[in-house]
T-cell receptor, first 111, second 115 residues
Framework: RKEVEQDPGPFNVPEGATVAFNCTYS??????FFWYRQDCRKEPKLLMS???SGNEDGRFTAQLNRASQYISLLIRDSKLSDSATYLC????????????FGTGTRLKVLA | DAGVTQSPTHLIKTRGQQVTLRCSPI?????VSWYQQVLGQGPQFIFQ???????GRGNFPDRFSARQFPNYSSELNVNALLLGDSALYLC??????????????FGSGTQLSVL
């Protein structure tokens, strides 16, 4: 089983739609959680951290469920510019800190 | 302030050759980690360095090695290149690499093609 799993998509949604991605992780010792955004063949860029209480940044909302070991990302009012791959990232320690990336979920927002 | 810089941006090598990739972290960051990303996959962790010491190693063969210099810049070396080493190699910079909820900042990567 992969340490971090995501549905690769693609998710094709119309502009203005709400879309949600989930990500599951296998290591219960995981410490921190992030969502990164990656445009085609570019470097990943931090979208937001994910906190236990849930957090929001504009149109983006992230949630963490430690009991079920999954995190989610909700994008409201999708824009064309939101088209990208969204990477779920888990930081945990097994002797040292490691950041494990999911495969990424591709989102395409259609006009 | 400059972000994370990597060089070269693109590289073409043949099987069996050796390659060295370079990375300079954000000023003030002491940790550098390296990732390999093949098409359609997420970045795979190769190494993490902090204060010139290796603090983490992913599941990569011994052909992969790295080091960190006193100025916190880093090099990744890959020997005896295989076709399967073709990938985007990403360098990530962070303050320490040890703290909870510490963010990674990536360079634009080196695209390596092995022919």
């Amino acid at each position: 089983r992969k340490e971090v799993e995501q549905d690769p998509g693609p998710f094709n949604v119309p502009e203005g739609a709400t879309v949600a991605f989930n990500c599951t992780y296998s290591n219960s010792a995981s410490q921190s959680f992030f969502w990164y955004r990656q445009d085609c063949r570019k470097e990943p860029k931090l979208l937001m951290s994910v906190y236990s209480s849930g957090n929001e940044d504009g149109r983006f909302t992230a949630q963490l469920n430690r009991a079920s070991q999954y995190i989610s990302l909700l994008i409201r009012d999708s824009k064309l510019s939101d088209s990208a791959t969204y990477l779920c990232v888990v930081q945990f320690t097994s002797g040292t800190y490691k950041y494990i990336f999911g495969t990424g979920t591709r989102l395409k927002v259609l006009a | 302030d400059a972000g994370v810089t990597q060089s070269p941006t693109h590289l073409i090598k043949t099987r069996g050759q050796q390659v060295t990739l370079r990375c300079s972290p954000i000023s003030g960051h002491k940790s550098v980690s390296w990732y390999q990303q093949v098409l359609g996959q997420g970045p795979q962790f190769i190494f993490q360095y902090y204060e010139k010491e290796e603090r983490g190693r992913g599941n990569f063969p011994d052909r992969f090695s790295a080091r960190q210099f006193p100025n916190y810049s880093s090099e990744l070396n890959v020997n005896a290149l295989l076709l399967g080493d073709s990938a985007l190699y990403l360098c990530a910079s962070s303050l320490t690499g040890w703290s909870t909820n510490e963010k990674l900042f990536f360079g634009s990567g080196t695209q390596l093609s092995v022919l």
